[in-house]
């Protein structure tokens, strides 16, 4: 029986053992040892790598009980070999293993989906859950996860005695019998071979880079650690330049002036404007800004005291992302009170509008939206709104279209119908031969 150094420890980067058997294998030599460091593959994660004396591992299995290395060249039975771990790419595997225990209790816990399948691949996790979930449940869940990173609580590994293992409540893929090695980590518990971090601060972050559904559930591609801090940075530099091109703030125009640019609409409505660019914009009307909050005793009361939001920006806020158009305006809004982002509670970012009102209507915090983007919400009763001034703040809301276009008709008369609402004089697009009467 070989003994799991990285059992005890999983920060053990170079270890001595003894050789006790290297025998010839296809593509190598199959070397056991009586102690090792050495991670074999197994529950997801992939094997060790590195070096025995002067051999490479290149592969590492176990039948539970000897571990077994592969390697290219041969060891002598009975010498005694430094051991030492190809580090980078173990502490990546344990940043993902980790924080895919963190996300999946999230999802557990949240709304009762299983983890039913789990891979460390490249360049991303693979999760299998076992329900269908939404965007914003898993927005929601993601936020959970991270708020759960932040707290830098410890990892706690353990076997428990029979007893302790019956009364305890954990995860696990598949009935289990013997000794049950237990993870907990984030809030969750699970049964788990691998290897972890000793704080779920280490994680870093863990971000959902894409779903699908798959067969009676959801398939997410996701990343932790530098992997997220990889993937998001490859994400906002495409943002960026898609940004620049339409010389937009990253994470407002791109998708409604894509659109436009493509000839698949004729007009967008958006939050922003610029000068510098292939398209024409004119104000359509004011959108104010407004605090959100879980409609709850707590806050019911103070909207019946006729409390102002910034009285209440002491709470745990959820933050759209840097570069948004409503981050932009929350941002102006605190400047103008002589506040930052930085003087806030901030339980989290999140780069989506639903999920962030899923996660207020829940309880997990408030947040500064436009009164229209709050509209169901607010009218459905799952959130409440509160008044930032007793006049404004507001934003602009815009009508945007290519320069120079020749508009049909029916185009031509709904774009002076919304000049007109707006208090704007109608103008003749030139590139029309005949004038248009206005509708």
Known sequence: MTEKLYEVDSYVQNFTAQVVSCTPVPGGFAVVLDRTAFFPEGGGQPCDTGRLG????????????????????????????????????????????TGEHILSGALHRLFGAENVGFHIGSPYVRMDTSIPLTQEQLAQAEAEANAAVRADTPVHC????????????YRSKKELTGDVRLVEAGGDCCACCGTHLTRTGEVGLIKIISFAHYKSGMRLAVACGQRAYDAVA???????????????????LTPALERLQNGEAVFAFVGTSS??????YHTVCRDRMVLITPNNKEFAEKKEMGVLGKELLEW??????SGSGTRRETDNYLKSIGMSSADLNVAGYMNNIEGIKSMVAAGKGITILSERAAADAIRDGRVLCFDLEEDGPY?????????????????QAFLNYVRNRSGEKPKQNKNNKKPLKEE
């Open 54 to 97: 002067g051999a490479r591992v290149l592969a590492v299995h176990t039948d539970g009980e000897t571990i077994t290395h592969t390697t290219d060249t041969p060891l002598t039975a009975g010498e005694t070999v430094d051991g030492c771990l190809d580090w980078p790419a173990r502490l990546d595997a344990m940043q993902q293993h």
């Open 158 to 169: 353990w076997v428990p005695d029979p007893e302790t293992l019956a009364r305890t409540d």
């Open 234 to 252: 490859g994400i906002w530099a495409d943002t960026e330049a898609a940004g620049r091109l339409l010389s937009s703030p990253v994470g407002s």
């Open 275 to 280: 000068r510098k660019t292939i398209f024409s």
């Open 316 to 321: 745990p806020m959820i933050m759209r992302e």
């Open 395 to 411: 934003r602009d809301i815009y009508i945007a279209y290519l320069k120079n276009r020749s508009f049909t008709q029916t185009e």
